[in-house]
């Protein structure tokens, strides 16, 4: 009896000293993400040229970077080489590169929620070739991590 009563005392204790905060939002939910805190839309991207493309600096160098804004002023400038990546140049698709050289990965501003993040991706090969993905990636221990993928188009 003296046991349960120590251990109620210890618990009840606990439980007053722990800070008060809002419930989290419900799953699926989006939510806003002030610059610097929860979201950082370069290391979301990197986590899926990391490990959806498999880019790296060594065997599998990624095709020219495009940062999609879509006509917004979203732009990060991202120091790629923290996350073990290089990206040869940027596609500029007001450019008109010669037919045979079309080449680039794209990437679209991170959405975030309460179950992480989902970036709209594609890659293009060659003129003709190439595969869009809608990606979930999420937060952890380790940092941002690519999960499951799924097709959204290809040509």
């Known amino acids: 009896m003296r ?3 120590a251990i109620a005392a210890v618990l009840t204790t606990l439980s007053a000293c722990a800070p008060l905060e809002p419930p989290p939002p419900e799953a699926g939910a989006e939510v806003t993400v002030p610059a610097g805190e929860l979201g950082n839309d370069c290391a979301v991207i990197a986590a899926v040229a990391r ?3 498999r880019f790296n600096t060594t065997d599998n160098l990624p095709p020219p970077l495009w940062l999609d804004g879509e006509g917004s002023d979203w732009a990060p400038h991202c120091d790629w080489s923290r996350y073990g990546l290089r990206f040869p140049s940027t596609f500029d698709p007001e450019h008109r590169p010669q037919p045979q050289r079309v080449q680039w990965v794209s990437f679209k501003q991170p959405r975030y929620d309460s179950s992480g993040a989902i970036v709209e991706t594609g890659i293009l090969h060659g003129p003709l070739a190439g595969m869009g993905y809608e990606c ?3 937060s952890g221990f380790n940092g941002w991590t690519a999960g499951e993928c ?3 188009w290809i040509s």
Do not use: I
């Open 136 to 138: 979930r990636v999420y």
């Open 150 to 152: 799924k097709n959204t």
């Open 51 to 53: 490990d959806h493309y």
């Open 3 to 5: 046991a349960f009563a």
